[in-house]
Every structure is written in structure tokens, then in C-alpha cells.
């Protein structure tokens, strides 16, 4: 079984992580993994898409939040498959614009889903990236306009193609510190956790692409961030311009890039284009 294909979506059971696994039922030639956290809602999700339109995903689960959870995931993919030809990661969380959880709070719920334990599942399971493999980061256009809220100093290194993933890390962890205090918007930070963890997720996905061109350069693997556009889901609402597959629709063009594609690599990507950092 280790020369089957195989793609995983993670947070696949609703909104754009759905609609990820949809458009990969019908276009990848592989294998498609749906996974949840809750396996409950996620063997749901899988059945709804086998019965009501004839597509065959299968199930996983997945907390990225646990470690235990994603290192299950990479060992049952590791036998079965011999490592990952696709990985999407989609899991994340935001707080409507409306909730009144104090700011230092929404900052550590966000940060620690959609910026730590998404760099979690990249630490194990990038290492079973296949050659020619591709990896998707779902990040935000808030991420870009979160950047050019935040002071030039902070955008310098954001924007920077030497930082460190420990050097990010350490800033992310001091947007949460600072919002916890409630200094955040004096130490030139933006009001917005949700579009700092994205700045986050864009940065690191920056980072890990530097990272392969040293390390796996001969493998052929592409590794990008992309914005999926505003999306009519849970997260985002009613009045979203887009649908759940319209949204699906840069992921897995990224996704899918041919084999011999060089290129888009590193970037923050939207409507299938470069957006420059």
C-alpha cells in the first residue's frame, strides 16, 4: 500500500475543510483523509459525502491541539502509505467580532489552535512529506492586512527572509503576553488575535519553505500559505461573498500542483496568485 497516494485535510468535517475534501475526492488520484477532532462529527461528514454524492473520503481522527493525537495520525499514515503526498493544513478558530471574552483571552484561545498547534502538526508531519509532496497552510488575507497594522519594526521582521521559526515563536508568544496585559496596541501590534495568529501561520509557512529549499531541495516538494477568500462558514458568516467551494478552490490548486512545477513556493497565495509580503 506504501506506493498509494494519499491526502489529508485537517479540521475537514465543515465550512472550507469540507469543501477541501470534496474537491480532492474528485480530483486527486489517492487516497483523501478526513480528519476531526470530534470522530463523531467527522465519520458524519465522511458518510454524508459517500451517500449523498458518491464520493469515498475516509476518516481519521485529529486534534491538532494534542500531540498524542497528530503523532497517531503520522505513524497510521507512515505504515499504511509511507508518508504524506498531501497535507492541508485547515484546522483553526476564530472568535466572532461581537464575543466579549476579554482580548488576552481571545488572543491565547487563538493563537495556541491556529498558530501553535498548527506548527505542531508541521513538526511531525512534514519529516513524511513525499517527494514531490505539497503542503498548504490555510492562512488569511487577514494576516496581510494584520501586517500593515503592525509597527514597522514588527513588519520588518515579519517580513524579513531571515527569521527563525524560535524568533516567531517568540514574538507570537509575546503578542499573547502583551494582550494579555492589554499593552498590545502600545507595543505596535494590531487589535486583532485572529489576524496575528494568520500573520503567524504566513511567516512560518515563509520559514518552513526556506527550510525544505536547504534541507530536501532535491525533493521537489512546494510548500505554501493561502487565503481561501471570505467564506460563507460558521467562522465567517452568512454574508460572506464566497461559498465553502469557491473558498476550496486555491488550497487544492495548491494541493495539486503538477510535478514538475518549481513554483509558487514560500508565498502567501489568493484567487491562485502570489500576494507580495
Known sequence: MASAKVAVVTGGNKGIGLAIVR???????????????????????????????????????????????????????????????????????????????????????????????????????????????????????????????????????????????????TLMEKFVEDAKKGAHQKEGWPNTAYGVSKIGVTVLSRIQARELNEKRKDDGILLNACCPGWVRTDMAGPNATKSPDEGAETPVYLALLPNNAHSPHGELVSEKKVVPW
Open 23 to 169: 474537491a480532492l475526492c474528485k480530483q486527486f488520484k489517492g487516497d483523501v483523509y478526513l480528519t476531526a477532532r470530534d470522530p463523531k462529527l467527522g465519520e458524519e461528514a465522511v458518510r454524508a459525502l459517500k451517500e449523498q454524492e458518491g464520493l469515498s473520503p475516509h476518516f481519521h481522527q485529529l486534534d491538532i491541539n494534542d500531540l498524542q493525537s497528530i503523532r497517531a495520525l503520522g505513524g497510521f499514515l507512515k505504515e499504511k502509505y509511507g508518508g504524506i503526498d498531501v497535507l492541508i493544513n485547515n484546522a483553526g478558530i476564530a472568535f466572532k467580532v461581537a464575543d466579549t471574552t476579554p482580548f488576552g483571552t481571545q488572543a491565547e484561545v487563538t493563537l495556541k489552535t491556529n498558530f501553535f498547534a498548527t506548527r505542531d502538526a508541521c513538526h511531525e508531519l512534514l519529516p513524511l512529506i513525499k517527494p514531490r509532496g505539497r503542503v498548504v497552510n490555510v492562512s488569511s488575507m487577514a494576516s496581510y492586512m494584520a501586517l500593515g497594522r503592525c509597527s514597522q519594526e514588527l513588519q520588518k521582521v515579519f517580513r524579513s527572509d531571515t527569521i527563525t521559526e524560535e524568533e516567531l515563536v
